[in-house]
């Protein structure tokens, strides 16, 4: 079932929500066939409307319970009122890391457009947290805002 077309965004209301970066909450799917749920985290993020990408800033390394990143299945998920409505937008498909060779100029480009603001929930000086960079082309981007019923 489709949603109603008043609750659905266009893209330029879609573009406008998101700017070029904020927060939300990235969710990765499972790689094996158990049963569970997804590891979601919080994350900031900037988003390119020229190419509808978004970009990440990921912790990597030793401290970090992340599943492994690349080619991963993921769904990312940003919220917030406007003008006291709510308005949501979702985007699926699977992360790619931004150094290689087939997109490294590509993002380059689109990093120059984004603003990815630097989350602080690692307990610790983020100059001591190791960040990569990813990108999210999405496959599925949809974005959905209240719709006010006629009285």
Same mark, same amino acid.
């Given at each position: ?16 929500? #998101?700017?070029? @970066?904020?927060? @939300?909450? #990235?969710?990765? %799917? +499972?790689? &094996? ?15 390119? *409307? ?10 990597? %390394? ?12 993921? &769904?990312?998920?940003?919220?917030? &009122? ?10 699926? @498909?699977?992360? *790619? *890391? ?8 590509? +993002? ?12 602080? $929930? ?6 001591? $947290? ?8 999405? +496959?599925?981007? +949809? ?7 006629? $009285?």
């Amino acid at each position: 079932m489709s949603a109603p077309d008043a609750v659905v965004m266009d893209e330029a209301e879609r573009d406008e929500f #998101l700017g070029d @970066g904020g927060v @939300g909450v #990235l969710s990765f %799917g +499972t790689d &094996t066939d158990e049963a569970g749920p997804p590891h979601s985290i919080p994350v900031s993020y900037g988003y390119d *409307e020229q190419e509808a990408v978004f970009y990440f800033r990921l912790a990597v %390394g030793s401290d970090s319970n992340k599943p492994p990143l690349e080619h991963r299945a993921v &769904t990312f998920v940003t919220y917030d &009122t406007v003008d006291g409505d709510w308005r949501s937008v979702v985007a699926s @498909g699977e992360l *790619e *890391e931004t150094t290689d060779n087939g997109i490294a100029t590509e +993002t380059l480009e689109g990093l120059s457009r984004v603003g990815i603001p630097l989350m602080d $929930v690692f307990g610790q000086p983020t100059a001591d $947290v190791q960040f990569e960079f990813y990108r999210l082309s999405p +496959t599925e981007l +949809t974005g959905r805002k209240e719709s006010s019923p006629e $009285v």
